[in-house]
């Protein structure tokens, strides 16, 4: 089955890539698991239960079976299945069911219990709970279904001493939508969101949603925390870089630009996963902020092409902000590319295939005499498509430069935004997956490789299916090229050239009508991903069957 889905990884990217994914509230963090209410939604009744009495002791030393191991259970709060669960004589508040249950708690131990119709109800394994987690499972159901209101209940367990209800509310947030969590503003909790940032014992991804709380509900004063992070030299402290410093754009501004891009993005020696933070931060303020017009980060990214070997990672943004200005720059980079830079030439290609100016076309007529494999490989993948429309912000014409560019930063005078009416006041209609999709990709050794890249498959399918008490956060598989980040928003920027797709940077994404995707010159090209993108979905659907099948808990009819 493995290889099977590795077979498939490529078209599935693609597939995915063209469906609208879940909004995430943080754009640098994913969650870990189904949040408790997403339990609830899946089960036909939900309870909190009282154990009474455990199974009979077997005879003889032997082990319980299934059948002999069903312990007593009074359903002490009905949370969902109150018709499913009372009976004709009695309510369901006080009825004794029977699940299959192998621990050794005492009597009178309260638990969370999922129950599906099948006809019967059979129970899933019950999860502990203590008087205090019993008691925030029952307000859940009488929770608003979204908006800030809903969020409002959850911050007040972010970091609790109980990691189920800590890990609940954090996953609440990680998968609402980021206007929702912006419209929180009035109400969040600003000095406890500074000190959890501050304490090194929160993991990195709960890191990163309090920074950007605090992007939202924040202000200067701020920035001489957020300044010591970023200049910091301790790998710990910057574990959530990407976070720490769209954050401090966010409070700062344009003003910030000029340390990130000395610090991360001119500096020849500055580590990978520094660097890499700091374009996803730009990425993020260029699709879903508007402190900075796009016109000057634009000018920030530009920057990269001085640094060959890592070019390839703003290449596909600088296409989808329409940034042709830089095509003379790019055709350079082609033609001196080397063993050290050769996988920026695809990139490069499909910039020029995307650009409407007369003089790309010559170009791309110009640089198939130098690797006309190059050329056939782009032809063969997505192009790149238009880039979402950021929320409208306010140009500042003396702002549209980094401090003491260079001439791979001048003013972008090509640059165009896309047109209006594909962005919204606060957040366009779609979403990109969270991605999450975190993916994992070495860089190639050569361009004729180069669209392997795409193949890397989102690792958040198994966490998401398990259960709230069973999973823990942990980062995501880190590229190679050292280690990128552990975010959900870090998807592999070779990736994205090849699909055509930006890594995923929060809730807010390119329109439905944006994503689509034009397949030109090949028409082998449309045939082939008219099969193979049903197939993949098929392959995929068909694992996730097995896997649930294999990992299905005991159950026993109620």
Known sequence: MRRMLSKWTLPLCVALALVPAAALACPFCSGVSLTLSEEMKTATAAVVGKLVSLPPAPADGQPL???????VFEIVTVLKGEDLLKTADAPAVGRQIDVIYFGQDEPGKLFFLLGNDTPNVSWATPIPLTERSAEYAAKLPGLPETGADRLAFFQDYFEDTEELLARDAYDEFAKAPYIEVKQLKERMQHDKLVARIKDPNVSPSRRRLYLTMLGVCGSKDDLPLLEEIVKSQNPEQKSALDATIACYLTLNGVDGLPLIEELFLKKPDAEYTDTYAAIMALRFHGQEESQIPRERLVASLRLMLDRPELADLVIPDLARWQDWSAMDRLVQLFKEADEQSSWVRVPVIKYLKECPLPEAKAHIEELAKIDPKVVQQANSFFPLVGAPAPPAAAADPAATEPAATDTAATAPAAVTNPPAEGAASEAPADSTPPAETQAATDKPAETATEPAAAATAPEEASTAAASPAESSE????????????????????????????PPATGAIAAPAAERAVEIRENPWTTMFWVLAIPLAVGVVLMGLLLVILRGQRPSASA
């Open 65 to 71: 079976t299934g059948a002999d191991s069903k312990a």
């Open 474 to 501: 942990a980062p995501a598989a880190e590229p190679a090229k050292p280690a990128e980040p552990a975010s959900a928003a870090e998807a592999s920027p070779a990736a994205t050239a090849a699909v055509g797709t």
